[in-house]
């Protein structure tokens, strides 16, 4: 068995929004004593009094959680300045989680010290790796890297960069009731359980590839020996963070979206969620609104066509943070658009993240994707 209940609320005061969605997601538990929770938070609230109230009711519980830049919850879809209070209950599974600190100057090492953390809780190998990790100035690639090769090569990594409501002044993460940030927090599941994952981003390359000339990590001072900058104004007259740079990754042997964060308007260079090689092939990304939505239900179906269990107990959402910015007050559709997927009843948390974390759309090695949508479904292995 595998229960999972989601309480939400939206009300400023943390502490009574904590104790509101506390009450909901335990009601739905039905009595089961839940072991680990996922909490994500709008910016603005205390972290730590959040986290203070969760242990005050369930002080085993293990917690981990992050800033976001929108909220998604069953019943209520797309949420902002909210709560969203994930538990989990489960006779089969256990659960284990850890904190990895120095994630900007040591990316490789605070993901690996997090995972090392969580493994001291348990003997059995993990099923899957949940990740909430800092997402401003690190390098989520490596980050990313140091998880896969702490969990190994079958477990799938699954998660978001936390977020900040599109300030880029700072995001933080919450592990048991401690607030930090430059950190990478991890929910280990350990057991029989049933995973199957979806991404897709809508998004389309516009016209020739384009070389980068010139960069330095996640920002591109020239491509084809010009300003950054002057690509943009090519074909769209100014430089806009609606249109992600889409990068030819040799590896994966597709293109892989990151997404601006802004223009140096003396020199024309470009700032960029995720690090791109000198010498890369680029193109401008773009998608409508419509293609965005479809996109989301895409990778809900990829995921649902590939489960094999008697029936979903969770999805888990990853959405980025510039689909949310690009879709407005249309973002809603997102969350509508995956019910006649997966149902009006299935357990359902997410967050807009500034950098989405899943397997590819082969179902293979955990990757970073910008401005994707990411499922994933959880539940119990079929009956024999």
């Known amino acids: 068995m ?33 072991q680990a929770g996922i909490v994500y938070a709008a910016v603005d609230f205390d972290l730590g009094a959040v986290g203070q109230a969760i242990a005050a009711r369930f002080p085993e519980l293990l917690i981990v959680g992050c800033t976001t830049d929108g909220e998604i919850a069953g019943g209520e879809g797309f949420l902002e300045d909210s709560l969203v209070i994930t538990l989990f209950a489960s006779d089969v599974i256990s659960f284990t989680a850890g904190i990895g600190h120095g994630a900007i100057a040591n990316p490789k090492g605070a993901a690996q010290g997090a995972v090392a953390m969580a493994r ?25 890297e140091g998880l896969r090769d702490a969990v190994g090569p079958d477990v799938p990594v699954v998660g978001g960069a936390a977020g900040d409501q599109l300030r880029f002044e700072g995001t933080r993460q919450l592990y048991g009731d401690t607030v930090t940030s430059d950190a990478v927090v991890v929910l280990l599941l350990h057991g029989p359980l049933s995973i199957s994952t979806g991404v897709s981003t809508g998004y ?7 070389i980068v000339t010139k960069a330095e990590g996640p920002v591109v001072h020239e491509i084809d020996e010009r ?22 990754d040799e590896t994966r042997k597709s293109l892989v979206l990151s997404s601006p964060l ?24 773009t998608a409508s609104r419509e293609e965005i939505v479809d996109a989301a239900r895409n990778s809900v179906g990829q995921a649902f066509s590939r489960f094999d269990a008697d029936g979903v107990d969770a999805a888990l959402l990853f959405s980025c943070a510039g689909r949310r910015a690009t879709l407005g007050t249309r ?5 509508q658009s995956i019910k006649n997927v997966i149902g009006e009843d299935v357990p359902t948390a997410g967050f807009y993240c500034y950098g989405e974390i899943g397997p590819d759309t082969n179902g293979g090695v955990s990757l970073t994707h910008t401005n994707a949508f990411v499922a994933v479904l959880l539940g119990t292995p079929k009956s024999e």
């Open 227 to 248: 300003p950054a900058a002057d690509l943009y104004a090519d074909y769209l007259q100014q430089p806009s963070i609606f249109y992600p740079l889409a990068v030819q």
């Open 2 to 34: 595998l229960k999972v209940a989601v309480g939400w609320c939206d009300e400023p005061d943390a502490v009574e929004a904590t104790q509101v969605a506390l009450d909901m997601a335990e009601k739905s538990l039905g009595g089961h004593i839940p």
């Open 120 to 144: 001291t809780g348990s003997q059995v190998n993990p099923a899957l790796c949940i990740t909430l990790l800092e997402g401003l100035g690190t390098n989520i690639h490596h980050l990313v």
């Open 204 to 210: 389309t390359p516009l016209g020739q590839p384009h």
């Open 331 to 335: 973002t809603g559709e997102e969350f």
């Open 262 to 285: 802004n223009f140096d308007e003396k020199t024309g260079a470009l700032h960029l969620v995720n690090p791109v090689e000198q010498g890369s092939r680029v193109q401008l990304a």
